[in-house]
């Protein structure tokens, strides 16, 4: 089982970039999907956008299609979240989460492993 720790968050001003990261350790990181997720003040944890296992398929929320961009560097064991043109209402916590099953997965119930998060700032 893999171990996931997340960094990158910051203060950006709207309009702004970040770049989150997703370091896993363990040595079959490219045997599970990752998925972020978001979780604003006084609001339920939302999907965000997931990268499959094998074909490195992507796929993304509405709210961020456009903006952001997931990858993965299996031989760095990392996955990345870039964000562009954000907007205020992207602030919450970001989290990543690893699963070993197979396919696009938006549901937080697919996902075993999760990081601590990393709090996303955006200031209007």
């Known amino acids: 089982q893999v171990q996931l720790v997340e960094s990158g968050g910051g203060l950006v001003q709207a309009g702004g970039s970040l770049r989150l990261s997703c370091a896993a350790s363990?040595?079959?990181?490219?045997?599970?999907?990752l998925g972020w997720f978001r979780q604003a003040p006084e609001k339920e944890r939302e999907f965000v956008g997931s990268?499959?296992?094998?074909?490195?398929?992507?796929y993304y929320t509405d709210s961020v299609k456009g903006r952001f961009t997931i990858s993965r560097d299996n031989a760095k064991n990392t996955a990345y979240l870039q964000m562009n043109s954000l907007k205020p209402e992207d602030t919450a916590v970001y989290y990543c989460a690893a699963s070993p099953r197979f396919g696009l997965l938006i549901r937080e119930n697919s996902y075993d492993t999760w990081g601590q998060g990393t709090q996303v700032t955006v200031s209007s």
């Open positions: 990268i499959s296992r094998g074909d490195n398929s992507v």
């Open positions: 363990g040595r079959t990181f490219n045997s599970y999907a």
